[in-house]
């Protein structure tokens, strides 16, 4: 292995899972973003009406999901001149993140610069390449480097927090301006862009940030979020036509295929805004829930004003906090999992239940 990993950040919580679990009625899980929201049977019937697929699925996925992304990308979220051949399926986001760097050809020597606070897997996925990585949300942070490959995330996990058109506006310019010999690749995690509560965030192939030129550019969009299809492990990226038929070249050789019943799913989910929409209903309900309930309890919130996660802190070190919270029965995750920057905070997770978020409210008004 080109770098060695660090430890699978959940497997630390055993302790505290423990102290939750014992609570009498119950544990309340808000440490992982995993949905508990069934999944839309008009998507679930997608699923079941294509499962007789006994071929290869293509790589490139087929020509309807690919319209759909870019149909659902135009509607939602305001992406315009986006071409079909820009759009390749992938396994999960997850899967797509940890492998870009691998994928886009990167190793020592190159530089992969993520957030100060981070979902651990963009590291994770330049460490697998062996590429140095750089934790920065200033450009300035960087001095004369010129990294390969920069990772967006607004709206963050875990903070929330959402960047304005100004500063992706500058970021843009800024990697091609940098990276005009060598080629510096913006990948935008975009898997919250459909969450937003106190701000609106906008897409990286957003007219209003690039100008309409797709150029470097890399949207990563997920399905686990907006339609509850984690467990189908439905994604895709967008943008760069030049970068997505290179990324799409590699997979082909490696096998990286989306199941065809999944892909037909994906279309089901994209063609569909009803349910996407009462899914953000859902979460906006749970929201309005715990954040009063939260600061009732002496947290401040920091951030969080879009995607499904609250940034909160009083002060202390993260651990302290988790075991606090694990006593009342609620599990929450610790800060320094996103990186240094936040060992005096936790994530709390917006994916429960009704039932156990109204448990939890309770609990912390206790």
Same mark, same amino acid.
């Given at each position: 292995?080109?770098?060695?990993?660090?430890?699978?950040?959940?497997?630390?919580?055993?302790?505290?899972?423990?102290?939750?679990?014992?609570?009498?009625?119950?544990?309340?899980?808000? /440490?992982?973003?995993t949905p508990v929201d069934p999944v839309a049977p008009l998507i679930q019937q997608a699923l079941a009406a294509a499962s007789s697929a006994?071929?290869?699925? %293509?790589?490139?996925? #087929?020509?309807?999901?690919?319209?759909?992304?870019?149909?659902? =990308?135009?509607?939602?979220?305001?992406?315009?001149?986006?071409?079909?051949?820009?759009?390749?399926?992938?396994?999960?986001?997850?899967?797509?993140?940890?492998?870009?760097? #691998?994928?886009?050809?990167?190793?020592?020597?190159?530089?992969?610069?993520?957030?100060?606070?981070?979902?651990?897997?963009? @590291?994770?996925?330049?460490?697998?390449?062996?590429?140095?990585?750089?934790? %920065?949300?200033?450009?300035?942070?960087?001095?004369?480097?010129?990294?390969?490959?920069?990772?967006?995330?607004?709206?963050?996990?875990?903070?929330?927090?959402?960047?304005?058109?100004?500063?992706?506006?500058?970021?843009?310019?800024?990697?091609?301006?940098?990276?005009?010999?060598?080629?510096?690749?913006?990948?935008?995690?975009?898997?919250?862009?459909?969450?937003?509560?106190?701000?609106?965030?906008?897409?990286?192939?957003?007219?209003?940030?690039?100008?309409? !030129?797709?150029?470097?550019?890399?949207?990563?969009?997920?399905? /686990?979020?907006?339609?509850?299809?984690?467990?189908?492990?439905?994604?895709?990226?967008?943008?760069?036509?030049? =970068?997505?038929?290179?990324?799409?070249?590699?997979?082909?050789?490696?096998?990286?295929?989306?199941?065809?019943?999944?892909?037909?799913?994906?279309?089901?989910? =994209? !063609?569909? @805004?009803?349910?996407?929409?009462?899914?953000?209903?859902? &979460?906006?309900?749970?929201?309005?829930?715990?954040?009063?309930?939260?600061?009732?309890?002496?947290?401040?919130? !920091?951030?969080?004003?879009?995607?499904?996660?609250?940034?909160?802190?009083?002060?202390?070190?993260?651990?302290? #906090?988790?075991?606090?919270?694990?006593?009342?029965?609620?599990?929450?995750?610790?800060?320094?999992? &996103?990186?240094?920057?936040?060992?005096?905070?936790?994530?709390?997770?917006?994916?429960?239940t009704d039932e156990r978020i109204a448990a939890a409210v309770q609990r912390l008004g206790s």
């Amino acid at each position: 292995m080109s770098a060695a990993l660090p430890v699978f950040p959940w497997d630390t919580l055993a302790e505290a899972t423990a102290v939750a679990g014992a609570h009498p009625d119950g544990i309340v899980d808000l /440490s992982v973003g995993t949905p508990v929201d069934p999944v839309a049977p008009l998507i679930q019937q997608a699923l079941a009406a294509a499962s007789s697929a006994p071929g290869y699925p %293509a790589t490139a996925g #087929t020509a309807r999901l690919r319209a759909s992304a870019v149909a659902a =990308l135009a509607r939602r979220y305001g992406v315009t001149g986006l071409s079909e051949a820009a759009v390749v399926p992938v396994i999960g986001t997850k899967e797509f993140i940890a492998w870009l760097p #691998t994928l886009l050809g990167l190793g020592t020597g190159d530089v992969v610069v993520v957030p100060e606070l981070a979902y651990p897997t963009y @590291d994770v996925g330049a460490r697998l390449a062996g590429a140095q990585v750089v934790r %920065a949300d200033s450009l300035t942070q960087l001095g004369p480097q010129t990294p390969a490959l920069v990772y967006l995330n607004s709206p963050s996990n875990p903070t929330g927090r959402t960047l304005g058109v100004e500063h992706l506006r500058k970021v843009v310019g800024w990697a091609r301006e940098r990276g005009r010999e060598r080629g510096t690749v913006v990948a935008s995690d975009e898997c919250y862009l459909g969450l937003s509560w106190a701000a609106e965030p906008l897409s990286v192939l957003h007219p209003a940030v690039c100008d309409g !030129d797709h150029t470097g550019l890399l949207a990563v969009h997920s399905l /686990s979020k907006s339609s509850s299809l984690a467990g189908y492990r439905a994604g895709f990226v967008a943008g760069d036509v030049d =970068l997505v038929a290179e990324l799409l070249a590699v997979r082909r050789h490696a096998g990286m295929m989306v199941p065809t019943p999944v892909q037909a799913a994906m279309v089901a989910a =994209l !063609d569909d @805004d009803d349910h996407e929409q009462l899914q953000r209903e859902r &979460y906006a309900r749970r929201r309005a829930a715990l954040l009063p309930a939260l600061r009732s309890a002496g947290f401040a919130v !920091d951030h969080s004003e879009a995607g499904l996660y609250l940034w909160i802190t009083r002060g202390e070190g993260c651990h302290q #906090t988790v075991a606090w919270f694990a006593e009342r029965g609620i599990l929450v995750a610790p800060g320094e999992f &996103y990186g240094p920057g936040g060992a005096r905070h936790v994530r709390v997770a917006l994916t429960a239940t009704d039932e156990r978020i109204a448990a939890a409210v309770q609990r912390l008004g206790s």
